[in-house]
């Protein structure tokens, strides 16, 4: 089951770039949230402070409160037990190139550890059919390099490869920005289905996509967040000025 | 077109040559039995051919952990500080060095009445020199690893040595491989390191502990000698080094290329 995310004060740093400024809000349990913003609006570096993967670049520094569940993620825990947590899919598929597409789905299970075979067949296949990969991978489970897949497939994979390590939160990126139209709609579908079993954070540039997806959306403007709210008050009717000229195209 | 060629030529005039002297005088006695006393008609270099494997065995024992080991450091944890630039200056540098220069600085550090000449300095001798090849192409190869599969696994809460043992040398392995088989290629056809290390044996040996035979000492000593049929034996043991080389490296390759998935890049 997903769990709620809470953000207090949080501000983020790249070298001397004050990238995230004094960002709180609330992100509710099993629901989709859309993060919408111009590029370098900081909503990348904000989810990358959700599972600690922002301070992996050396220069990075961070402070504030992130609650996920009832862990507070800066106080409680190492940054891998929360990344277990907290799964990622980026903006460019990665899938692990020298790797087959069951280890691929089964990477953060044997790394860390965990060698029963029979379940992690198990989980292998669970994952894929969540990631709705099942069908067309298949009969090449171990043949094939996850590196052979189409682009769309390899996003796909990259989801089943999040979704093995039973993460309660899922973060992406911008899952679809690198991919054709066919397989950005499977993403969205499997984005909807996903949210009832987990709470899905999702950074994009496509404000229908966040509007088909999300039932929250927040605005991003200079590192600052600007509006939060229900993405149908956010596209129709939003509080800002600054939220209307955006998704109105006036600028951005 | 005009390049192939002139880049294939020096090593097919090389190997057509190397056939053509060498190839008369191999038999089987060449591959079975041990060199005669000088003078002497027949006889073979099995203890060369089996002293070049264990000399060659235990350079890479030596040579490529140590390599990688460097290459690792250099791409993965010591990255832009001191002692990385350090070894990095050294590894280059040590890369320059002169083998007879190695053969006698290990003369001189290794070899002494406990330790005389024996097949253990010479696979240190020829260790050493196998090291800023594998350490400079390991660590080049894992700076091509994409910047993305390292996060991937570290954003499925893989700590950081787990991801660069299981992750990043295992993506760029094929690349090391080549790096490890260049290294060991070049020490195989050196002599000068060995002349003051390994020794040369004429009498079968494979102890460690004593002096050893290996191919281009033999080829070096027959050579030079006065008798027609050790010159045919000289020119026989080139070629049959040089086969070996190519035979050892293929077979690395085959071996390594077995594991690769469909599509993998």
Redesign the interface.
């Known amino acids: 089951m997903g769990v709620g995310i809470e953000v207090a004060s949080l501000n983020a740093w790249y070298g001397a770039n004050h990238t995230l400024q004094d960002i709180n809000l609330n992100i509710p349990a099993n629901h989709a949230t859309a993060l919408i913003g111009p590029s370098g609006c900081g909503k990348s570096t904000f989810v990358r402070c959700l599972?600690r993967?922002h301070e992996?670049n050396p220069i990075a520094r961070v402070t504030g409160t992130v609650r996920i569940g009832d862990l507070d993620i800066y106080a409680d825990a190492k940054p891998?037990?929360?990344?277990?947590?907290v799964?990622?899919v980026?903006q460019?598929p990665?899938?692990?190139?020298?790797?087959?597409i069951y280890d691929n789905v089964a990477?953060?299970l044997k790394?860390?550890g965990y060698s029963n075979r029979h379940v992690l067949d198990e989980i292998v296949e669970r994952s894929l059919k969540d990631s709705a990969l099942w069908d067309e991978v298949k009969d090449?489970l171990r043949?094939?390099?996850g590196?052979?897949?189409s682009g769309g497939q390899q996003q796909r994979l990259?989801i089943a490869?999040?979704l093995a390590?039973d993460p309660e939160v899922l973060l992406m990126d911008e899952p679809a920005s690198a991919l054709d139209p066919v397989s950005t709609s499977k993403i969205e579908d499997l984005i909807f289905q996903l949210k009832s079993q987990y709470t899905i954070v999702i950074v994009t540039h496509n404000m229908q996509q966040a509007a088909r997806v999300a039932e929250k959306t927040g605005f991003f403007l200079n590192g600052r967040m600007v509006e939060f709210d229900s993405t149908h008050k956010i596209f129709t009717n939003p509080s800002d000025k600054r939220t209307e000229d955006y998704i109105t195209g006036r600028f951005g | 077109m005009l390049s192939t060629i002139l880049v294939v030529a020096p090593l097919l005039a090389i190997f057509g040559y190397l056939i053509y002297k060498g190839a008369s005088s191999l038999n089987w006695a060449f591959f079975t039995q041990i060199p005669k006393p000088e003078g002497e008609v027949g006889g073979g270099m099995a203890n060369a051919i089996v002293g070049s494997g264990v000399l060659l065995g235990l350079a890479s024992a030596i040579g490529i952990p140590i390599g990688i080991g460097g290459g690792v450091f250099l791409a993965e944890f010591g990255r832009g500080t001191k002692l990385a630039n350090a070894v990095r200056f050294t590894a280059d540098v040590l890369n320059g060095v002169p083998s007879i220069v190695m053969g006698v600085a290990v003369y001189g550090l290794v070899v002494t009445p406990a330790m005389p000449f024996s097949a253990i300095s010479g696979g240190i001798a020829l260790g050493i020199m196998m090291i800023p090849t594998v350490t400079r192409t390991t660590e080049e190869m894992l700076l091509m690893v994409?910047h993305?599969?390292r996060?991937?696994?570290?954003?499925?809460?893989?700590?950081n040595w787990?991801?660069v043992l299981?992750?990043t040398i295992?993506?760029a392995?094929p690349g090391i491989i080549t790096g490890c088989m260049l290294a060991f290629a070049r020490v195989a056809g050196e002599t000068a390191p060995l002349i003051f290390t390994a020794f040369g044996n004429s009498n079968w040996s494979v102890a460690l502990n004593r002096p050893i035979s290996a191919l281009p000492l033999e080829i070096y000593r027959y050579a030079i000698s006065p008798y027609d049929d050790q010159h045919r034996q000289a020119w026989a043991a080139a070629l049959v080094l040089v086969v070996l080389i190519v035979a050892a490296v293929s077979l690395v390759r085959f071996v390594a290329s077995r594991g690769?998935?469909?599509?993998?890049?």
């Open positions: 599972n993967m992996t891998v037990e929360i990344r277990r947590r799964g990622m980026f460019r990665n899938p692990f190139p020298t790797m087959s990477a953060g790394l860390n090449d043949k094939k390099s590196a052979s897949l990259c490869r999040a390590v | 994409p993305a599969v996060e991937a696994a570290l954003a499925l809460g893989v700590p787990r991801s299981s992750i295992k993506t392995s690769v998935l469909k599509g993998a890049s």
